[in-house]
C-alpha cells in the first residue's frame, strides 16, 4: 500500500500526465461530471459519478474503422487504425471498473475486436473507492463492492490522503512511475475506510435489491410476463438509458459519403430505436414494448444465458438518474418480481 | 391537491365520463415520478400522485392515448395546457375524445438542483409552504423549493391555463415579472464568435440520446427525417463534431412557431444543454418581427410563419448581420 497527502493530487496529475496521457472526472461548464484529459489547473469532481460512463475509452461513441478512397475506376482501402497510445484513467468507480469485464466478453471473444483491443491493452485503471455512494447506487445486487474497487490500482480517499493499492502489472507499473511521489505505509487506514463504507452501504435504499427471479433460466417466463406493456407505456424510445450505461455494447455500422470517397465509422446504437436491428424484413421487434423488453431482458436475462451467469447490469444507477421518465432497470426489477421478492 | 385531483380522477372512471386517466405514477425515491395511465380506482388510490417533482408534461402521451375509445382524462399543469392545445390546433390530438382537467402549480423541483447543493443519497423528499426537507442516507436537509426550480418553472411565464374542460384548485395569474429572455439578450449582445463559440461549448456535450427530441410535444412526427434511413440524412450519431450542432439547430428551425416553451427539453437533457435558449430565441425574434405571439394560446389564430401577408417584415432587412 502507498499513499499521497491530497494537497499533493496536482503534483501526482502532473507527473502522470508527463509519461502518458491522463484523464480524470472533472466539472463541465454546465456542473456535470466528465472524463477530460488533465491539464494543469483541472480539478477532481466533487461528484459521485460521471454522466457518460468510462466506456467510452475502450468503446468510443464513434469511430472510423476503414476508408475507401474512389478513384476512377479503381478503389483504395485505407486502413484507418493506429496503435493507441498509453494512457490512464483515474477514479474510475467500481460499477465501470466492472463494465470493462463486461465489454470484454464481447469484445474480446472470438472474433477478437481489434480496435477495442488496441485500447484496452494501453489503458491503466486506477479506481476510487466510493465514500459516499448515491440512493441509486445499487452495484452491491451484482455482487460488486465499491468500497474495494479494482482495476489495476484501487484507491481510497479518507482523512487527507489517498491511498493506492496496485492490484496488477500495469498497476505496478504505473506506481513505479510516481513513486518519488508516494510513501510506503500500512493497509489500516484502508481498511477502516472500508469498513465506514460498507456501513454506509447497508443503508442505501436499494441495499435488499437481489437478483433473485433473474437469469438465463427464466427467459421463457419473464418474457411472456404480462407486465411489460404497463412498464414500457410511458418510455420515449429515446435511448439515453442506453447511452448513458457502461455496459450497453451496441453498435451500428455506417458508410459516410466524403464526396471523394467512404468512410466507414461505426457508433453506438440502442435497441430503444425504431430501426435497431432493421434488416430488409424490417424491424423485428415493431413497438416500443419489444424493444423495451429487449433492453432489460438482454441485462438480466440473455446476457447471463451466454455468459455463465454473469448479469449485463453493474448497478451504477445512471439510467435511474437520467431516463426522462425515470423508468429503469431497478423498477423493471422491482415490478417484474413483485409478490415473489 | 393531490387528494382532490385522486377523488376526481376516481369519480370520473367510476361514472364512465372517462376510460383512462393521464397522470404521474410514484417512484422509489419522491424525485422519480413517471408519467402513466390509470384505468381504475384501484390504480389510482395506489400510485397516483401529484407533488413538487411532477414536471413532466403529459400532454404528448394524448397523441395515442387519445385515439383509443372512449374519454382520456389528461391533468395539465398550466405550462402542459398549451402544449395540449397546440397539439389540438395541429390536429394531432382529438379534442373531443380528451378530457382536460386544469391543476394549479406553484413551480417544480428540479433534483439535479438539489444535488448541486451537494446533497448526496436522497431517500425521500417532503414538502410543505415551498420548503423542501430532503431526507438522505447522511442526514436531513431542508432548501426553499424556490432556489431548486426547474429552469422552466423558475422562469415560468404564466400560472393560467390555455384550454381545459374543469379547473382543479385556483387559476394562477401571469407572471409579471418574468424575464424569460434575459439571457437570449445577453446572448444577442455578444460577438458572432464569442455566440458561436458558446453554442459549440454547450452542444459538444451532445450524446444525441434524441431525449430532447423525444419529449418534444412539438416533435410528432411520425418518423423524424433523422432516424429515416431513406432520408438520405439520417444519423444515429455524429459523423464528426458539427453535426449534433445542426441536428439542434434544425429541429428549433422545425418547431419555431409551434414551440410554446414548455421546457420539456432542457428539463430532461441529460448533459444539461440549455436547449430552451435556441427556442427562445425563435419565440422572441417571432415576437419582435410579426408582433406577440404564444404557440398553443388559442385555438384559431393563424400561426405567424405559416401566415403569409404582403406587409411582413423582411427579417433579413429588420436585423443586419451581427447588430440588431
Ligand atoms: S442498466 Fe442502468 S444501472 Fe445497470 S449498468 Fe446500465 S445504466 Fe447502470
Ligand atoms: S441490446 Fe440494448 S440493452 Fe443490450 S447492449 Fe444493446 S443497446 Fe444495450
Ligand atoms: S427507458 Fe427512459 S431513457 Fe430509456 S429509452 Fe425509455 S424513456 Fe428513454
Ligand atoms: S437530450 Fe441533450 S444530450 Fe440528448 S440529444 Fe438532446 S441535447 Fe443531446
Redesign the interface.
Known amino acids: 500500500m502507498y499513499r499521497i497527502p491530497e494537497q499533493n493530487l496536482d503534483r501526482l496529475f502532473s507527473l502522470t500526465a508527463e509519461k502518458s496521457k491522463l484523464y480524470i472526472p472533472a466539472d463541465?461548464?454546465?456542473?456535470?461530471a466528465?472524463f477530460m484529459p488533465w491539464k494543469e489547473g483541472l480539478k477532481l469532481t466533487?461528484a459521485?459519478n460521471t454522466?457518460?460512463s468510462a466506456k467510452d475509452f475502450f468503446f468510443p461513441?464513434?469511430e472510423n474503422l476503414v476508408g475507401f478512397r474512389v478513384e476512377g475506376k479503381s478503389i483504395e482501402v485505407i486502413d484507418v487504425r493506429e496503435e493507441t497510445e498509453d494512457f490512464v484513467v483515474f477514479g474510475v468507480r467500481a460499477c465501470d471498473v466492472r463494465s470493462f469485464s463486461i465489454l470484454d466478453k464481447v469484445f474480446l471473444a472470438d472474433p477478437v475486436d481489434t480496435y477495442y483491443k488496441n485500447r484496452r491493452e494501453h489503458g491503466t485503471i486506477l479506481s476510487l473507492a466510493c465514500n459516499?455512494?448515491?440512493?441509486?447506487c445499487f452495484c452491491g445486487t451484482f455482487g460488486i463492492d465499491c468500497a474495494a474497487p479494482g482495476g489495476d490500482v484501487q484507491m481510497w480517499q479518507t482523512d487527507g490522503w489517498f491511498y493506492l493499492e496496485p492490484l496488477t502489472e500495469k498497476g505496478n507499473a504505473y506506481i513505479d512511475t510516481v513513486s518519488s511521489l508516494l510513501e510506503e505505509c500500512g493497509g489500516e487506514a484502508a481498511a477502516e475506510c472500508r469498513r465506514a463504507i460498507d456501513a454506509?452501504k447497508k443503508?442505501?435504499?436499494?441495499a435488499g435489491l437481489t437478483t433473485e427471479g433473474f437469469g438465463g433460466d427464466k427467459m421463457a417466463e419473464l418474457f411472456d410476463s404480462e407486465k411489460w406493456g404497463?412498464l414500457a407505456?410511458?418510455c420515449?424510445?429515446?435511448?439515453?438509458c442506453t447511452?448513458?450505461c457502461p455496459t450497453c455494447q451496441c453498435y451500428?455500422i455506417?458508410d459516410?459519403n466524403t464526396g471523394h470517397g467512404i468512410?466507414r465509422?461505426r457508433?453506438?446504437?440502442s435497441c430503444m430505436?425504431?430501426?435497431f436491428t432493421?434488416m430488409s424484413a424490417g424491424q423485428p421487434r415493431l413497438t416500443q414494448l419489444e424493444r423495451f423488453r429487449q433492453r432489460f431482458m438482454h441485462k438480466l436475462v440473455y446476457f447471463p444465458a451466454n455468459n455463465d451467469g454473469e448479469f449485463g447490469c453493474v448497478g451504477c444507477g445512471r439510467c435511474?438518474?437520467?431516463c426522462?421518465?425515470?423508468?429503469?432497470i431497478?423498477?423493471v426489477m422491482?415490478n417484474l418480481t413483485e409478490g415473489d421478492q | 391537491m393531490q387528494e382532490i385531483m385522486k377523488k376526481r380522477a376516481s369519480e370520473l372512471l367510476l361514472d364512465g365520463t372517462v376510460s383512462r386517466v393521464i397522470g404521474w405514477k410514484a417512484?422509489?425515491?419522491v424525485?422519480?415520478?413517471?408519467?402513466?395511465?390509470f384505468e381504475s380506482a384501484e390504480e389510482i388510490e395506489k400510485d397516483f400522485v401529484y407533488t413538487a417533482f411532477c414536471g413532466?408534461n403529459l400532454s404528448k402521451?394524448l397523441v395515442k392515448e387519445s385515439k383509443k375509445p372512449g374519454k382520456t382524462l389528461v391533468f395539465l399543469k398550466p405550462c402542459d395546457s398549451y402544449s395540449f392545445a397546440q397539439l389540438v390546433k395541429e390536429h394531432r390530438v382529438n379534442r373531443d375524445s380528451v378530457y382536460a382537467v386544469a391543476v394549479e402549480c406553484r413551480g417544480k423541483a428540479d433534483?439535479d438542483k438539489i444535488r448541486?447543493c451537494?446533497v448526496?443519497?436522497?431517500?425521500g423528499i417532503s414538502e410543505e409552504n415551498g420548503t423542501l426537507t430532503v431526507d438522505?442516507?447522511?442526514g436531513d436537509k431542508t432548501l426553499p423549493l424556490s432556489e431548486v426550480m426547474l429552469e422552466k418553472c423558475a422562469s415560468c411565464k404564466t400560472r393560467k391555463h390555455a384550454v381545459y374542460d374543469e379547473l382543479l384548485g385556483e387559476e394562477g395569474e401571469e407572471v409579471a415579472d418574468c424575464d424569460r429572455f434575459g439571457k437570449v439578450r445577453e446572448l444577442e449582445s455578444m460577438t458572432p464568435e464569442e455566440r458561436y463559440e458558446f453554442w459549440r461549448?454547450?452542444l459538444s456535450?451532445c450524446?444525441?440520446?434524441?431525449?430532447c427530441?423525444?419529449?418534444c410535444p412539438a416533435c410528432t412526427c411520425e418518423?423524424c427525417v433523422f432516424?429515416n434511413?431513406n432520408s438520405g440524412i439520417?444519423q444515429?450519431?455524429?459523423?464528426d463534431s458539427f453535426e449534433e450542432n445542426m441536428f439542434h439547430i434544425i429541429r428549433a428551425f422545425h418547431v419555431a412557431g409551434r414551440c410554446t416553451d414548455c421546457g420539456e427539453c432542457t428539463?430532461?437533457c441529460?448533459?444539461?444543454?440549455p436547449l430552451h435558449l435556441l427556442n427562445r430565441k425563435f419565440i422572441k425574434d417571432i415576437n419582435e418581427l410579426y408582433g406577440d405571439y404564444q404557440a398553443g394560446a388559442d385555438p384559431d389564430t393563424r400561426p405567424p410563419l405559416t401566415d403569409f401577408r404582403t406587409t411582413d417584415a423582411e427579417p433579413s432587412i429588420v436585423y443586419r448581420r451581427g447588430e440588431k
Open positions: 463541465t461548464a454546465a456542473g456535470t466528465q466533487d459521485h454522466v457518460r461513441q464513434t459516499m455512494p448515491e440512493e441509486t454506509v443503508k442505501l435504499p436499494l404497463e407505456e410511458a420515449l424510445g429515446c435511448g439515453t447511452f448513458v451500428d455506417r459516410f468512410s465509422f457508433c453506438w446504437d430505436y425504431s430501426d432493421k435511474l438518474s437520467k426522462p421518465i425515470s423508468m429503469n431497478v423498477k422491482k | 417512484g422509489d425515491f424525485y422519480d415520478i413517471t408519467p402513466a395511465v413532466a402521451y433534483v448541486d451537494g448526496k443519497g436522497i431517500c438522505t442516507v447522511y461549448g454547450e456535450r450524446i444525441r440520446c434524441n431525449a427530441r423525444n419529449v418518423k432516424d434511413d439520417a444515429k450519431a455524429a459523423a428539463r430532461v441529460p448533459q444539461k444543454i
